[in-house]
């Protein structure tokens, strides 16, 4: 366009790079919850790791289980909860709407779903554990119930901000999609 030894461009004293270098705040809040949402993914697998940890420590022998229980029937399902996790990081380096949308849909069928019904199972095994003192299942020593009690409450707490960071971040998309149409 310019160069030193060239003409300046018409129309420009070049004092006018501002406006061109300001970054427009849909990209700025695209930046951001992306960032988010890649920060609760990482926290998510780790939980996922924590839930296939028990279920294959359990099922292939390799610890008693003394040491660690036979898992509870919610976490079966839960382990597909891979499946929104990978969508969810597959939309972000390009912004795939359509795989941000399968990772929100999929997020409450795989994610949260499994966890209400996990809440629903163990309840009677709290409930007994609360009041008579008595724990039959155990991982490394704690109650089974309590360990995965804490797990539930923070998993639930991950993926409900997950879905909200998603959805605001599907917003942004959205508006910017819209303006690039408008003009």
């Not at 697998?45 to 229980?69: K, R």
């Not at 849909?105 to 409930?127: D, K, R």
Request: a positive charge; one cysteine or more.
């Amino acid at each position: 366009m310019t160069s030193r030894v060239g003409p300046r461009a018409a129309g420009t004293n070049g004092s006018d790079f501002k406006r061109r270098e300001r970054v427009s705040p849909n990209y700025q809040m695209s930046a951001t919850l992306k960032s988010e949402v890649k920060k609760l993914n990482l926290i998510h697998f780790l939980i996922w790791l924590l839930v296939a940890a028990q279920v294959t420590i359990s099922h292939f022998n390799l610890l008693s289980h003394d040491m660690v229980s036979m898992p509870y029937q919610w976490e079966y399902p839960y382990l597909l909860s891979l499946f929104p996790l990978l969508c969810s990081s597959l939309s972000l380096p390009k912004n795939n709407i359509s795989y941000l949308v399968i990772s929100m849909i999929s997020a409450g069928l795989f994610n949260v779903a499994p966890l209400i019904y996990g809440g629903m199972e163990m309840f009677p095994v709290a409930q007994q554990l609360y009041r008579h003192g008595k724990a039959y299942r155990f991982i490394f020593g704690f109650s089974a119930v309590t360990v995965m009690y804490l797990i539930m409450v923070v998993a639930i707490q991950v993926h409900a901000w997950q879905l909200y960071y998603m959805k605001r971040l599907l917003d942004s998309w959205f508006n910017a999609t819209e303006e690039k149409k408008k003009k």
